[in-house]
């Protein structure tokens, strides 16, 4: 290491909803917080153009602005805000409770309390033409971006709960839904498939995958591939949502926090409390089932108070 430990009472990685709103928590609560910022500044929500579903904005205000305000806003309360990434944590038990962990390879600071906001990022295809047009019709959240196709036709790609739960919605909004799953069956539960199959505007083809995204500068159809057959169809369509999962973002912290079988950290009932007395996690790291702006900051939020009552019980390490 290059240089001595820091020692630092509220360290927080990850600079999404989360993290900024556990910030602003924690320094009203004289934690001193310092975030890292990870390799996104901002979380997934930069990479998203207009929101409209967060409370308080009435005319909206589009992802990267918004960041940069709930930035402003813990600043203005003394977060001290780094550019960096947490590259390697050990939370075996320090004397004194510290948490160790290591920034950019090559700096490590000592923590009295960790909070986790690492998110999780949207698996995508992988196709030329689907990297090409995202944020051009491209979207991996009907829920953030289904709105701006109503009344449209759009498809969706995934056989997986959210899936099924992102066509129905967006079957709400839109006049047709295609909806490709590259098996002869989905994996989403029988609840939820009922739901699809029973949604007139949902046209589902199974064996089914994309081909090519259509469309310069936005999407304006696609050509779709059956997998059995070779058969290949082309669409119009204004929006396609990838929907074939997330993962989050808890690498480092294998072996260390608890995890479930998809890598989300687990935390306690209905806190944010990690197997690790003093490391807590919020947002999209320990929430594979809402994911969204208000309620990872809602868990950050929750973060911070849980982390300012645990640094309440126990003796202030030297
Ligand atoms: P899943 O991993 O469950 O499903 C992913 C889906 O995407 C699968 O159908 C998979 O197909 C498909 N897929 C993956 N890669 C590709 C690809 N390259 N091309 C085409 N299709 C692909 O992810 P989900 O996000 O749906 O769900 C994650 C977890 O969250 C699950 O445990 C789910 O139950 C839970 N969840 C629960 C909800 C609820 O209870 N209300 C709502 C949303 C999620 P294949 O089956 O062929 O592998």
Same mark, same amino acid.
């Given at each position: 290491?290059?240089?001595?430990?820091?020692?630092?009472?509220? =360290?927080?990685?990850?600079?999404?909803?989360?993290?900024?709103?556990?910030?602003?928590?924690?320094?009203?609560?004289?934690?001193?917080?310092?975030?890292?910022?990870?390799?996104?500044?901002?979380?997934? =929500?930069?990479?998203?153009?207009?929101?409209?579903?967060?409370?308080?904005?009435?005319?909206?205000?589009?992802?990267?602005?918004?960041?940069?305000?709930?930035?402003?806003?813990?600043?203005?309360?003394?977060?001290?805000?780094?550019?960096?990434?947490?590259?390697?944590?050990?939370?075996?038990?320090?004397?004194?409770?510290?948490?160790?962990?290591?920034?950019?390879?090559?700096?490590?600071?000592?923590?009295?309390?960790?909070?986790?906001?690492?998110?999780?990022?949207?698996?995508?295809?992988? =196709?030329?033409?689907?990297?090409?047009?995202?944020?051009?019709?491209?979207?991996?959240?009907?829920?953030?971006?289904?709105?701006?196709?109503?009344?449209?036709?759009?498809?969706?790609?995934?056989?997986?709960?959210?899936?099924?739960?992102?066509?129905?919605?967006?079957?709400?909004?839109?006049?047709?839904?295609? &909806?490709?799953?590259?098996?002869?069956? &989905?994996?989403?539960?029988?609840?939820?498939?009922?739901?699809?199959?029973?949604?007139?505007?949902?046209?589902?083809?199974?064996?089914?995958?994309?081909?090519?995204? =259509?469309?310069?500068?936005?999407?304006?159809?696609?050509?779709?591939?059956?997998?059995?057959?070779?058969?290949?169809?082309?669409?119009?369509?204004?929006?396609?949502?990838?929907?074939?999962?997330?993962?989050?973002?808890?690498?480092?912290?294998?072996?260390?926090?608890?995890?479930?079988?998809?890598?989300?950290?687990?935390?306690?009932?209905?806190?944010?409390?990690?197997?690790?007395?003093?490391?807590?996690?919020?947002?999209?790291?320990?929430?594979?089932?809402?994911?969204?702006?208000?309620?990872?900051?809602?868990?950050?939020?929750?973060?911070?108070?849980?982390?300012?009552?645990?640094?309440?019980?126990?003796?202030?390490?030297?």
């Amino acid at each position: 290491m290059s240089e001595a430990s820091e020692h630092i009472k509220t =360290l927080i990685i990850g600079s999404g909803p989360a993290g900024y709103t556990a910030a602003i928590y924690a320094a009203r609560a004289d934690l001193n917080p310092v975030v890292y910022t990870g390799l996104e500044p901002g979380g997934q =929500l930069t990479t998203t153009t207009e929101v409209d579903n967060f409370p308080g904005y009435p005319d909206g205000v589009d992802g990267p602005t918004m960041m940069v305000e709930l930035q402003q806003q813990a600043e203005r309360f003394g977060t001290d805000v780094r550019i960096g990434m947490a590259t390697a944590v050990d939370f075996s038990n320090e004397p004194g409770g510290l948490h160790r962990v290591t920034i950019d390879d090559n700096k490590e600071v000592l923590a009295e309390t960790v909070i986790i906001s690492t998110g999780a990022t949207a698996k995508y295809l992988g =196709l030329p033409s689907e990297q090409r047009l995202r944020g051009g019709g491209v979207s991996a959240c009907a829920v953030c971006d289904g709105f701006f196709y109503k009344g449209q036709d759009v498809a969706i790609v995934g056989g997986g709960d959210t899936a099924a739960e992102e066509a129905t919605y967006l079957a709400n909004i839109c006049r047709k839904v295609t &909806m490709l799953v590259r098996k002869d069956h &989905m994996r989403a539960s029988k609840a939820m498939q009922h739901r699809v199959t029973s949604t007139p505007n949902i046209d589902l083809r199974y064996n089914t995958e994309i081909d090519e995204v =259509l469309g310069n500068m936005v999407v304006e159809g696609l050509r779709m591939v059956n997998n059995k057959t070779g058969e290949k169809e082309e669409i119009a369509i204004t929006g396609l949502f990838i929907a074939i999962g997330h993962k989050p973002n808890t690498d480092i912290f294998k072996g260390q926090l608890d995890m479930d079988d998809d890598g989300y950290l687990m935390t306690e009932g209905k806190s944010t409390k990690t197997n690790i007395p003093g490391v807590f996690a919020s947002g999209d790291v320990q929430d594979k089932e809402y994911r969204q702006a208000v309620t990872a900051a809602g868990t950050g939020c929750m973060a911070a108070l849980d982390a300012e009552r645990y640094l309440a019980t126990i003796e202030t390490p030297v």
